[in-house]
């Protein structure tokens, strides 16, 4: 009897061992990430596996517009955000003292200048309709890709990602500059020849099947300020969790994948 019962312990004890063994394997950390659907939210997919094998799991929240992920992660929604350019981010920063803190540069998202009317640089027409953004931060950007064309000329001592259309000086061409528009509806603005010219972001190109580098007129160049990174509060930018999902998004294999899949027209970095 004494030596079933003794049987008994050890059995008890062996469970008790396995079920404490499995629950520390499967123990994960959940981490919801806000992400525009394309191409943060397909970056982030793709690095989903490796992530479950060091204990994250991952939950990504789509997000169409610029203004939701900021104030989701201010209200802890989510856990951080990967949409936003370094300006823009800045800019919501000081617009709605949010306490946040960039945690790492991503990719670039190159701004392509589009037309369905004009085949080539030198045929823009005299007085040509230029399409932006109604969004501020990303009007320095516009400016430079007509710098870097030789079609209009802004002050010397303007920062590029500070520019607007008050510092244009020399304008030979005459463009009309027209920025009013949402940036979710440029692609309806490009489709419907309202302009001469529409300036689209690649993420926004890329949902209505256009590739930057292949239907763009003009496109930003490599060395713009205007990153994609991972942004989340302030307390929180030396989590663990957010420092491994960063370290993974840096990866030379995740890097080398976003390269081929977007045909170069997305840009990783590394900072």
Same mark, same amino acid.
């Given at each position: 009897?004494?030596?079933?019962?003794?049987?008994?312990?050890?059995?008890?004890?062996?469970?008790?061992?396995?079920?404490?063994?499995?629950?520390?394997?499967?123990?994960?950390?959940?981490?919801?990430?806000?992400?525009?659907?394309?191409?943060?939210?397909? *970056?982030?997919?793709?690095? &989903?596996?490796?992530?479950k094998e060091k204990g994250i799991d991952l939950e990504i929240v789509k997000f169409d517009d610029y203004v939701l992920p900021n104030k989701a992660l201010e209200n802890g929604d989510i856990d951080a955000n990967y +949409?936003?350019?370094?300006?823009? +981010?800045?800019?919501? &920063?000081?617009?709605?003292?949010?306490?946040?803190?960039?945690?790492?540069?991503?990719?670039?998202?190159?701004?392509? *200048?589009?037309?369905? &009317?004009?085949?080539?640089?030198?045929?823009?027409?005299?007085?040509?309709?230029?399409?932006?953004?109604?969004?501020?931060?990303?009007?320095?950007?516009?400016?430079?890709? +007509?710098?870097?064309?030789?079609?209009?000329?802004?002050?010397?001592?303007?920062?590029?990602?500070?520019?607007?259309?008050?510092?244009?000086?020399?304008?030979?061409?005459?463009?009309?500059?027209?920025?009013?528009?949402?940036?979710?509806?440029?692609?309806?603005?490009?489709?419907?020849?309202?302009?001469?010219?529409?300036? *689209?972001?690649?993420?926004?190109?890329?949902?209505?099947?256009?590739?930057?580098?292949?239907?763009?007129?003009?496109?930003?160049?490599?060395?713009?300020?205007?990153?994609?990174?991972?942004?989340?509060?302030?307390?929180?930018?030396?989590?663990?969790? *957010?420092?491994?999902?960063?370290?993974?998004?840096?990866?030379?294999?995740?890097?080398?994948?976003?390269?081929?899949?977007?045909?170069?027209?997305?840009?990783?970095?590394?900072?």
């Amino acid at each position: 009897m004494k030596k079933f019962g003794f049987v008994l312990l050890i059995l008890s004890c062996m469970t008790l061992l396995a079920a404490c063994g499995s629950g520390s394997a499967e123990k994960t950390n959940k981490i919801k990430i806000g992400a525009s659907p394309t191409p943060h939210a397909e *970056i982030l997919e793709h690095i &989903k596996p490796e992530l479950k094998e060091k204990g994250i799991d991952l939950e990504i929240v789509k997000f169409d517009d610029y203004v939701l992920p900021n104030k989701a992660l201010e209200n802890g929604d989510i856990d951080a955000n990967y +949409f936003s350019t370094v300006p823009y +981010f800045n800019l919501q &920063k000081k617009e709605n003292g949010y306490k946040f803190s960039n945690v790492g540069a991503i990719h670039l998202e190159p701004m392509g *200048i589009y037309s369905g &009317k004009i085949k080539k640089v030198n045929e823009i027409p005299n007085g040509a309709k230029v399409i932006v953004s109604n969004v501020p931060s990303e009007w320095g950007r516009v400016l430079n890709v +007509f710098v870097k064309n030789n079609l209009i000329k802004i002050k010397a001592d303007i920062a590029i990602d500070k520019a607007t259309f008050d510092d244009i000086t020399e304008n030979p061409k005459n463009l009309v500059f027209e920025h009013s528009v949402d940036p979710t509806l440029l692609t309806s603005a490009y489709e419907n020849n309202e302009g001469d010219l529409v300036a *689209i972001n690649s993420n926004f190109a890329y949902e209505k099947g256009l590739n930057p580098v292949k239907d763009s007129l003009m496109i930003e160049q490599n060395d713009s300020p205007y990153v994609n990174i991972v942004a989340t509060r302030t307390e929180d930018k030396s989590s663990k969790e *957010i420092k491994t999902i960063v370290e993974a998004l840096h990866e030379l294999k995740i890097q080398k994948w976003i390269e081929k899949k977007w045909g170069g027209s997305i840009v990783p970095v590394n900072n």
